[in-house]
């Protein structure tokens, strides 16, 4: 529910005191903004006010996230050519690799215990993204068992949430194929599969999931245009 509001208050309260931009990517954690604008990252806060620069480098920043404890700043970047993995202090600093996955590796969140969620294609040879996770501290990255995941969220009860297919990285309108985007659900602990979380819902693309309360907030087009919902 925090990313939702950063869209908003990215829109209205920079909105208000920028002379325009293209911004994209927020990530909220209290009353701190992180965005892409330029290719590099940028905080602000989200009552609205003045942007700076987090970063300066070459590369492509994007798709930040916050840590939980507010302290950390995990990020996707070009600096070295793929796309890696990066962390940051939130106040400033230099960036630190963390994934060496020599392909596309586009960050998602963080898990409860304190690990960068992200995306990946480098363990499968059909090249279909993955979720997992990489310790900030000593960079072990932990896989999950999902053939599919191209983005998720991790509960507090360690359940995952996952989207699996997505067609044209969410560019076609009122696709109804077999390559839909849909939500699954998955609990490592139980040792079973994963399971279709809108099984026998009408057809609709239904992808990014995050956890609010009790409740899956998620995009879906299922009234025609993409919107949020909630279940």
Known sequence: ???????????????????????RFPA????????????????????????TRLTTGAG???????????????????????????????????????????????VAGWTPGGEVLFTTAAFQHTREPQLAAVDPAG??????PLAQASDGAVLAD?????????????????????AMASIWRFDPASGGEAEPLFAGAPPANRSHPMAWGDRVVYLSDEGGLANLWSA
């Open 158 to 178: 360690g359940r995952v949430l996952f989207t699996r297919f997505g067609v044209g990285r969410d560019n076609l309108r009122l696709y109804r194929g077999g």
């Open 60 to 106: 492509l920043e994007s798709h930040a996230a916050i840590s939980p404890d507010g302290r950390t700043v995990a990020f996707s970047a070009t600096y070295e050519g793929p796309t890696e993995v990066y962390a940051m202090p939130l106040a400033g600093g230099l960036p630190k690799r963390l994934t060496w996955q020599g392909g596309l590796a586009r």
């Open 28 to 51: 909220l954690s209290g009353d701190t903004l992180v965005f892409t604008a330029e290719g590099d990252l940028w905080r602000a806060p989200a009552a609205g006010g003045e942007a």
């Open 1 to 23: 529910m925090r990313a939702l509001a950063a869209v908003l208050l990215l829109a209205l309260g920079l909105g208000a005191s920028a002379a325009g931009g293209y911004y």
């Open 139 to 144: 960079g072990k990255v932990r896989l999950f």
